[in-house]
C-alpha cells in the first residue's frame, strides 16, 4: 500500500535525506520517498502504520518535521515550517546530557546519562497549537479563541503541561526530605555514641541502637537514592565509570560492611572492635553520604534550570494569540492559524505576532528582547517588524511575511538551544582527564587501604576502610565534566539577549583568539540602505538611461539595485521588457531592455565586455568616487553612456566599534568591491590604515587563506551573498543580521542589527567565557588534586587531621554546584 503525507519543516536536500533514511528503517516500511518542492513524502508500506507513529519515529531521530494526512485542515501549509513559536511549553520530552558525554546524542525519556550517570535534562519546547478552555466550564476546551457556547465567557489560553524537569526537581526534593528525616536520626545516634555518658543507653543498649540505624538507613539506600547503586552498576557493566561509580563503590562498601558486623561480628579481627567488643557500625557514613550527594544532585537541578534560563526568556516573548483583519473587521486567532500575506492589526503595548511589514499606521517599536538595545525603533509603513517585539503606544495594520519557525524569534532560539549543547575545543582537555580519572581514583584508594591497614596506627584496619571509603567519596568527575558545558550555555543565552546569535560552542571559543577582523564596507560599516544621488548622462536627459538601468535591476537582489530600482519608481518612470539577464559576481549586471544590450557596473565589468569609454566621463566619475561616493558605469551597446551615483551613509557606530576593536589587539582591514577612491574616504573616515578595493569574492577567499597562512586567526564581517565564500573560510564568519539568508548561513555568528558594536560585544563574550570556563576548570582541578591527598590522609603525619567521608560527602556534593553557579555569573556580564 501506498501513501502521501504533507511534511513541513525540511529546508534542504540533507532534510529529505534524513527523513527518508529514517523512516526507512520502520521493518513495515519499503520505500519512502520525499519532494522537498512541495512537501509531501510518499511511503510505501507493507501493513498500515499510524501518522502517530511515523511522527513519533521523526522526534525520536531529532528530526523536529510535522507530518499530517493530506488535506488536514489543521496541517500546516506546503512548504511551510511547522510553528514552534506560539506559547511557551517547559519540555518537548527530548533529553541530552548537560555534559554533553555524546555530543549531541538526544534521548526520548527521562532518566540518566549512560555515560556519566547525570540526570538528562529536557529541552524546552513550544507547543504547536495552544488550547483554550472556559474558567468557569473547564470541560470546554477548543483550538482557537472565542467565547465559550455555555456561559458566553471569554475563553483563554490553557496552562501548558508540566515539565519532566520541573517532575524531577519535585521528586528528587520529595525523595530529599525523606532522606533528610531518616538520616538526621541516624547521624545523632552515631554521634551521642561517642559521649561518655551517653544517654540514649538509658533507653537500650547500644546494640538495638545499631538495629535502629540499620532499619533507618534502609529507605535511604533502597528507595531514595537506590538509583546512584543502579547508576554504579550500569557504569561498571558498560565501563563508562563516573561520578556515581565512586559513591556506589563506597557508600555500598561501608553499608555492606555495617550489615555484616551487625549480624556477624565474630567474622571480624579485633583491629575493627572497640573496647565494648562491638564492630564500628558506618550506617551513619552511608546515609549521611548518599542524603548529601542527593541534595547535590537536588540542587544541580534547581541550577541547570537557571542555565537555560535566556531560552525560557526568549519562549515567552511568543504571544499566543493575534488579531487578524478579514474584510475590515478584527478576529482573535491562534497564531498557529495565521498564514503568509495575512493582515494583523497590533494594537498599543502587544507583542508582535510574526514577522511582516507594516502596511498600515506607524509607530514605535520595542526590539531590546531581540537586539539587546533599549531605545525604542520608530516604524512607518513599509518596515519590517519582528515577532516577539513589543509595539508602543500606536496601533497599526502589518501583512504577515514569515511565520512559525521561519520568524526571527524562532531561528534564534532555535540557534541559541542547538549551540548550548555544542561542544568548545576546550572541553577535549576535561573529557581526556575524566577517561582516566575514576580508575586513578579508585587506584588510590586501593593504595590508602593499603599503607593504612600496614602502616598506620591501631586500629589501623578502621583507618584503612574509613580513609579509603572517603577517598572515593571526595572525588568529583562531574565538577570537570560540567566545568565548559555549563559556561557555554549561561554564555550563548546571554550572547542572543545582548543581539548576538552563535552557532556553536567553537565560534566563541575561538572568537577570543581573533586578532584580524576583514570586513566588507556595505551593510557592514555603512547602513546598507543605498539612495541613489543622482543619474549622469554625457548626452542630453538622462531619463531615458534611467528607465534602461532601473528595469534591469529589478531582477537583482543586490542593495544598490534596490536603491536604482526605488529611484526609477520615485521619478515615476515606466519599466521596460528585460531578457537575457545576467549578474556577474563582484562586477555588475547585464541584460537586454528593448532590444539594447545594457550594462551597469564597475571598471572590470567594463574592462570585460570590452566598452568604449569616454575620458571625460572618467573625470566625471573621479570626482564623484572622491566624494566617498559608489560609482557604476552605465552603457548601452558597449558604449559607456553615464553613471549613476550612489550614497551609503557610514553608520554612526562604526568608528567607536572599530577603535574599540584595535585597542583590544584586533587588526581591522576593509575589503570592499567599491574602488578605490571610494574606498580610501570610507577608510579615512573611520581611520582604517589598511584596505583593500575592487575585490571579487575570490579576492577576498585568497586574501583570508594568505593571512592564516601567517598564523593569525580571522574574523570575516558581511552580509552580502559575494561575502558567503569569505565567511565560510575565516576562522569566525559573523554575519549582519540585517543581511542575506545565505551570509547568515555561512557564519558562525550574526548580528542581530547588523552593527559593528555587535563584534566588540561578542569579543568581550568570549573573553569572558573562556574565562570563566578556566575558572571552572582550575577549581576543578584544584579540588580533585588538594581533596584526594587530604582523604587519603596526607596531612595525618604532620597535623594529625584526617577528612571524614561524611565531609568528604559534603565537599564532592557542592562542588559540582559551584562550578554551576560560578557559571551563572556570566548572567551579570557586562558587554
Known amino acids: 500500500m501506498k501513501h502521501t503525507y504533507h511534511i513541513s519543516g525540511m529546508t534542504c536536500s540533507g532534510c529529505k535525506i534524513n527523513v527518508e533514511t529514517v523512516l526507512n528503517n520502520l521493518r513495515e516500511i519499503t520505500k519512502v520517498t520525499a519532494d522537498l518542492k512541495e512537501g509531501e513524502v510518499v511511503i510505501e508500506m507493507t501493513s498500515h502504520i499510524s501518522l502517530e507513529k511515523l511522527q513519533e519515529t521523526l522526534l525520536k531521530a531529532g528530526l523536529h518535521y510535522t507530518i499530517s494526512n493530506v488535506g488536514d485542515t489543521n496541517a500546516s501549509q506546503k512548504n511551510q515550517k511547522p510553528n514552534h513559536l506560539n506559547q511557551p511549553k517547559e519540555g518537548n520530552g527530548i533529553f541530552y546530557c548537560p555534559m554533553q558525554c555524546e555530543g549531541d546524542k538526544t534521548y526520548d525519556k527521562q532518566g540518566s546519562c549512560p555515560k556519566c550517570g547525570m540526570d538528562l535534562v529536557e529541552q524546552p519546547k513550544l507547543i504547536q497549537a495552544t488550547k483554550y478552555t472556559c474558567p468557569m466550564h473547564p470541560e470546554v476546551i477548543q483550538d482557537s479563541p472565542g467565547s465559550c457556547p455555555k456561559c458566553g465567557m471569554d475563553l483563554v489560553p490553557m496552562e501548558p503541561d508540566e515539565s519532566e524537569e520541573l517532575k524531577t526537581y519535585r521528586s528528587l526534593a520529595k525523595k530529599m526530605k525523606i532522606s533528610a528525616f531518616l538520616a538526621i536520626p541516624v547521624l545523632l545516634i552515631s554521634m551521642l555514641a561517642h559521649l561518655p555518658e551517653n544517654p540514649l543507653l538509658q533507653i537500650t543498649s547500644q546494640y538495638n541502637w545499631d538495629w535502629v540505624q540499620f532499619i533507618l538507613t534502609i529507605p535511604i539506600v533502597f528507595y531514595t537514592c537506590w538509583m546512584f547503586f543502579v547508576r554504579c552498576w550500569k557504569s561498571i557493566i558498560t565501563w563508562n565509570l563516573n561520578m556515581f561509580t565512586l559513591v556506589g ?334 549578474a556577474i559576481t563582484g562586477m555588475g549586471i547585464i541584460g537586454t531592455v528593448n532590444e539594447a544590450k545594457v550594462a551597469v557596473g564597475n571598471e572590470k565589468l567594463m574592462i570585460k565586455l570590452n566598452t568604449t569609454v569616454p575620458s571625460t566621463l572618467k573625470k566625471e566619475i573621479l570626482v564623484e568616487q572622491k566624494l566617498g561616493k559608489t560609482v557604476s558605469y552605465i552603457a548601452v551597446n558597449n558604449i559607456a553612456l553615464g553613471y549613476v551615483s550612489i550614497s551609503d551613509a557610514i553608520k554612526t557606530t562604526s568608528k567607536e566599534a572599530v577603535n574599540e576593536l584595535m585597542k583590544k589587539g584586533v587588526d581591522v582591514i576593509m575589503l570592499t568591491g567599491d574602488n578605490a577612491n571610494t574606498a580610501k574616504a570610507v577608510a579615512d573616515e573611520l581611520h582604517l590604515s589598511n584596505f583593500k578595493a575592487s575585490c571579487l569574492p575570490e579576492d577576498k577567499l585568497e586574501f583570508i587563506k594568505k593571512l592564516q597562512a601567517e598564523g593569525k586567526i580571522v574574523a570575516m564581517a558581511g552580509d552580502g551573498i559575494n561575502d558567503a565564500p569569505a565567511l565560510a573560510q575565516a576562522n569566525v564568519g559573523i554575519a549582519m543580521g540585517t543581511g542575506t539568508d545565505v551570509a547568515i548561513e555561512s557564519s558562525e555568528i550574526t548580528l542581530i542589527k547588523g552593527d559593528l558594536k555587535g563584534i566588540v560585544k561578542a569579543k568581550n563574550l568570549s573573553q569572558e567565557v573562556m574565562k570563566n570556563i578556566k575558572q571552572n576548570l582550575f577549581f576543578s582541578f584544584a579540588y580533585n588534586v588538594l581533596g584526594v591527598p587530604v582523604a587519603a590522609g596526607l596531612l595525618f603525619p604532620v597535623f594529625g587531621i584526617l577528612l571524614s567521608p561524611i565531609i568528604a560527602a559534603l565537599a564532592m556534593s557542592f562542588s559540582s554546584v559551584s562550578v554551576i553557579v560560578n557559571s551563572l555569573r556570566l548572567r551579570t556580564a557586562k558587554l
Open 249 to 582: 563503590i563506597g557508600t555500598g562498601a561501608a553499608f555492606l560492611f555495617s550489615i555484616v558486623g551487625l549480624l556477624f561480628p565474630e567474622v571480624f579481627p579485633n583491629e575493627f572492635k572497640g573496647s565494648s567488643g562491638d564492630v564500628s557500625m558506618y550506617f551513619e557514613a552511608t546515609a549521611v553520604i548518599l542524603s548529601l550527594v542527593l541534595l547535590g544532585q537536588l540542587l544541580e537541578a534547581k541550577a541547570h534550570s537557571q542555565t537555560s534560563g535566556a531560552i525560557k526568556e526568549l519562549l515567552k516573548l511568543a504571544p499566543s494569540e493575534a488579531t487578524l483583519v478579514v474584510d475590515g473587521e478584527d478576529k482573535v486567532v491562534a497564531i498557529h492559524t495565521i498564514r503568509k500575506n495575512d493582515l494583523l492589526r497590533v494594537k498599543p503595548g502587544e507583542k508582535i505576532p510574526v514577522d511582516g511589514v507594516i502596511s498600515e499606521g506607524n509607530s514605535s517599536i520595542d526590539e531590546s528582547m531581540i537586539t539587546g538595545e533599549p531605545i525604542p525603533v520608530d516604524k512607518k509603513e513599509g518596515d519590517t517588524v519582528s515577532s516577539g517585539t513589543i509595539n508602543g503606544t500606536k496601533s497599526f495594520v502589518m501583512k504577515a511575511v514569515k511565520v512559525g519557525s521561519e520568524t526571527l524569534l524562532a531561528q534564534i532560539i532555535q540557534m541559541v538551544s542547538d549551540a548550548s549543547r555544542s561542544r568548545a575545543p576546550i572541553q577535549k582537555l576535561a573529557d581526556t582527564i575524566s577517561k582516566y580519572f575514576v580508575p586513578v581514583v579508585v587506584l588510590i584508594s586501593i593504595i590508602t587501604f593499603i599503607i593504612w591497614a600496614n602502616f598506620g596506627p591501631d586500629p589501623a584496619l578502621v583507618y584503612a576502610f574509613v580513609n579509603a571509603v572517603a577517598v572515593l567519596i571526595i572525588a568529583c568527575p562531574c565538577a570537570l565534566g560540567l566545568a565548559t558545558p555549563m559556561s557555554v550555555m549561561v554564555g550563548v543565552g546571554k550572547g542572543a539577549q545582548n543581539g548576538i546569535l552563535i552557532k556553536n560552542a567553537e565560534a566563541l571559543e575561538l572568537m577570543n583568539k581573533v586578532n584580524v577582523l576583514i570586513t566588507d564596507k556595505t551593510g557592514t560599516l555603512t547602513e546598507g540602505k543605498p539612495s541613489v544621488e543622482k543619474v549622469f548622462a554625457i548626452e542630453g536627459e538622462a531619463t531615458d538611461l534611467v528607465c534602461k538601468i532601473g528595469s534591469l535591476n529589478q531582477y537583482s537582489e543586490h542593495p544598490l539595485a534596490k536603491a536604482i530600482v526605488e529611484y526609477t519608481k520615485k521619478n515615476e518612470l515606466k519599466f521596460s521588457k528585460v531578457s537575457n539577464f545576467e
